[in-house]
Nanobody, 117 residues
Framework: VQLQASGGGLVQAGGSLRLSCTASGLSFSSLSLGWFRQAPGKERATVATIKWSGASTYYADSVKGRFTISRDNAKNIAYLQMNHLKPDDTAVYYC???????????WGQGTEVTVSS
């Protein structure tokens, strides 16, 4: 089971990035997916999650209205579209997947996002 996060980089405040999470070795379409982030000196925090069907999503208050999580089960890929980025969004972003009710069992390696002011 492997998850690969990509799409991070350096962007100015107000800009946009789209993170991608590709999966292999698992039944992607049956899993819940999530994006998490860890800023320097802080604990890892949930950013957004999406259920297997894509019909149910959750967003942290800090990103509501700016970030959008989505998934393409046919391609085994999930996205995090990040708009109106702020310096506070600077962090390493991780994608994770898990079976319903089992928490997030598999984690990608992280992709770094830096937002300059």
């Amino acid at each position: 089971v492997q998850l690969q996060a990509s799409g991070g980089g350096l962007v100015q405040a107000g800009g946009s990035l789209r993170l991608s999470c590709t999966a292999s070795g698992l039944s992607f379409s049956s899993l819940s997916l999530g994006w998490f982030r860890q800023a320097p000196g802080k604990e890892r925090a949930t950013v957004a999650t999406i259920k297997w069907s894509g019909a149910s999503t959750y967003y942290a208050d800090s990103v509501k209205g700016r970030f959008t999580i989505s998934r393409d089960n046919a391609k085994n890929i999930a996205y995090l579209q990040m708009n109106h980025l702020k310096p506070d969004d600077t962090a390493v972003y991780y994608c994770a997947a898990g079976r319903p009710g089992q928490g997030y069992e598999w984690w990608g390696q992280g992709t770094e996002v830096t937002v300059s002011s």
